[in-house]
C-alpha cells in the first residue's frame, strides 16, 4: 500500500497516510464543514459470530456490527473510511442505520486533518492501550 493515495468517490475528498495515533488513517483532503457526511463504510456482510472468530488474537480490526446477528469486514474494502482511528475526542462520528455504516462531521475539520471516531465498544473490552493523546483520554479501548 502507497503510504499516500487519493480518493475521490467518498461524498469529500480523502486521502490515507500514516497516522500519529496508529498505522495508517484516514485524512480530509478538503475542508469539510460540521454536520456533512463523509461517507459510507463498505464491506463483506458477515455474520457478528464469523466477526468474532476473525477478530480473536488480533489487534487491529476493520469490522463494524450492524445489528445483532450482522457485521461487516471491512479488511479487504478499498473504501478509505475503514482506516478511521479511534480518538477520545472525535471530530467525526458514525451512524449505523439499516445497514449502512455513515460517517459525519462532528465539527468543521480542516484539509489535511485527520478524521477520528469513536469506536464505542470494542472487542478489545478495555485491553488495548488507546493512543489517542488527546486531553480527556480514557487511556483503553
Known amino acids: 500500500m502507497p503510504i499516500a493515495a487519493d480518493f475521490t468517490n467518498t461524498l469529500v475528498a480523502l486521502r490515507i497516510a500514516r497516522s500519529r495515533i496508529d498505522g495508517y488513517g484516514v485524512f ?17 456482510p458477515i ?61 468543521d475539520i480542516a484539509s489535511g486533518e485527520e478524521i477520528t471516531v469513536g469506536y464505542g465498544a470494542t472487542h478489545h473490552e478495555g485491553r488495548l492501550v488507546c493512543r489517542c493523546r488527546q486531553d480527556g483520554c480514557t487511556g483503553w479501548l
Open 47 to 107: 455474520t457478528v459470530a464469523e466477526a468474532r472468530r476473525r477478530a480473536q488474537g488480533r489487534e487491529r480490526i476493520m469490522m463494524v456490527e450492524l445489528s445483532a446477528s450482522r457485521a461487516i469486514d471491512c479488511t479487504r474494502s478499498a473504501d478509505p473510511l475503514r482506516f478511521a482511528n479511534h480518538s477520545c475526542r472525535p471530530n467525526a462520528r458514525i451512524q449505523v442505520e439499516a445497514g449502512a455504516v455513515e460517517f459525519f462531521a462532528l465539527r
Open 28 to 44: 480530509a483532503a478538503e475542508m469539510v464543514s460540521a454536520g456533512n457526511k463523509l461517507g459510507e463504510l463498505t464491506g463483506e
